[in-house]
């Protein structure tokens, strides 16, 4: 089966590939064996502000009286305001990426989920306003080290689970066994993401579905499988 050239989509922006994670890392720091509830409360809280007022104007105070706990209890478990930014940044990413998996996973075509794949990031990334601005950094929620700590995330995330969808096509025959994945997976992205970008602050200067028509057929020829 080689992949239908005209229904290709790429997505632009599971496991965070190594280099990211240790990048995070450096600014990131929860415990991973605490699952209490006024963790929870911290997250759900510091979401909930970081959502309304953006990044600079939430404050720990903010969090931690919302959440009604004390300062003491949000430093348990993080680091920083910047740590409990992370924290909300990949709670979010994980419900995507729950979702995205879900279809990368299931039955049908490569080109038929990678299809799904996009209409569901263009749905996700146009109402979650704090996942947009921490990747595209075109809102004033976040911005400086924790946008681009936060943008590093979902890169990788994404990136990894294109390489799946790519591994996938492989198994199948549908993509060249000669394809070098994680090449492959990082330029998908990267030409994907201007194009969703563009879709998204409405600036193209050609229709979407052109665009994506003629990106289909370009990514489609270094896809799929030569003829003999």
């Not at 991973?32 to 104007?57: H, M, N, V, W």
């Not at 492959?184 to 579905?209: N, T, Y």
Request: glycine letters at 8%.
């Amino acid at each position: 089966m080689t992949i239908d050239q005209t229904m290709i989509l790429v997505i632009p922006c599971q496991r965070v590939l190594s280099t990211a994670e240790n990048a995070v890392s450096r600014g990131f720091r929860m415990n991973q064996a605490s699952s209490s509830r006024p963790e929870q409360r911290l997250i759900d809280s510091a979401e909930a502000r970081f959502r309304r007022f953006g990044y600079k104007r939430t404050t720990v105070d903010d969090i931690t009286g919302d959440a009604g706990t004390g300062k003491g209890s949000l430093y348990l478990h993080f680091d920083s305001k910047q740590a409990v930014y992370m924290a909300v940044v990949e709670a979010s990413i994980e419900r995507f990426v729950a979702s995205a998996s879900n279809l990368s996973g299931g039955s049908g075509s490569i080109p038929a989920r990678l299809r799904a794949l996009v209409e569901l990031t263009i749905d996700h990334y146009g109402q979650d306003e704090l996942l947009c601005s921490s990747l595209f950094g075109n809102t004033g929620l976040v911005d400086g080290d924790v946008s681009r700590m936060a943008a590093d995330l979902q890169r990788a995330r994404i990136r990894s689970l294109l390489r799946e969808l790519l591994e996938s096509g492989l198994r199948e025959g549908s993509v060249r066994a000669d394809l070098d994945l994680d090449a492959a997976a990082a330029v998908v992205f990267e030409i994907g993401w201007a194009v969703v970008r563009s879709a998204l602050e409405g600036d193209s200067q050609i229709p979407l579905d052109r665009a994506l028509r003629t990106l289909n057929q370009i990514v489609g020829l270094g896809l799929s499988p030569r003829s003999r």
